[in-house]
């Protein structure tokens, strides 16, 4: 059985600014790079695929194709299950409070002191492994001081988050055969 994999893109959107329609990415990630069993995920940057996947070179087509260079961060279907047993936020309020950053590599020594003065009443913050875990408590995204440039400068690498209920979708779709 084929292992797959999910490939998370920052900030891309349907429309707009970064705009990356999924279907034309789909298509041109099959013809172009030859990668088996595309499907995305949300319009919001997730694809599912069959390893192996050279995510550098897909980074290149999507900034040549849309005119977009975003950050592609890559997950196996292990990697994903693992990401949510290790949660260190289990008890959290709600699923779509609760962020899985995932990074493109590890992060700085010191991100998680260089952020926590940053912390709003009720959020919580966790480095495991090449993930940063962000409660956002009650006060949800819209009230943070994590914005992207504050994590980007303290984590000295780029990431791209996504909330407990689409990880956890995440992982099933990468476990299912294509």
């Keep these: 059985m084929t292992e797959r994999c999910a490939l998370l893109l920052r900030a891309v959107n349907v429309g707009g600014r970064n705009r990356v329609p999924m279907a034309e990415l789909r298509a041109l990630l099959a013809d172009r790079l030859g990668l088996q069993n595309v499907k995305t995920y949300i319009a919001s940057g997730n694809v599912i695929c069959d390893l192996p996947v050279d995510r550098h070179a897909v980074r290149a087509l999507i900034a040549a194709e849309f005119d977009v260079d975003t950050p592609v961060v890559q997950r196996t279907h292990d990697e994903l299950v693992a990401a949510l047993e290790e949660n260190p936020f289990p008890d959290a309020a709600a699923e779509k409070m609760l962020h899985a950053m995932f990074l493109d590599g ?10 926590t003065p940053r912390l709003q009443p009720g959020e919580r913050i966790a480095l495991v492994g090449d993930d940063l875990w962000i409660d956002y408590g009650s006060g949800g995204v819209q009230s943070t001081k994590l914005t992207g440039p504050v994590l980007d400068r303290a984590l000295g690498v780029a990431g791209t988050a996504r909330n407990l209920r689409t990880v956890r979708t995440l992982a099933e779709l990468t476990a299912q055969p294509a």
Aim: glycine share 0%.
């Design 106 to 115: 590890p992060a700085a020594a010191d991100a998680v002191e260089a952020l």
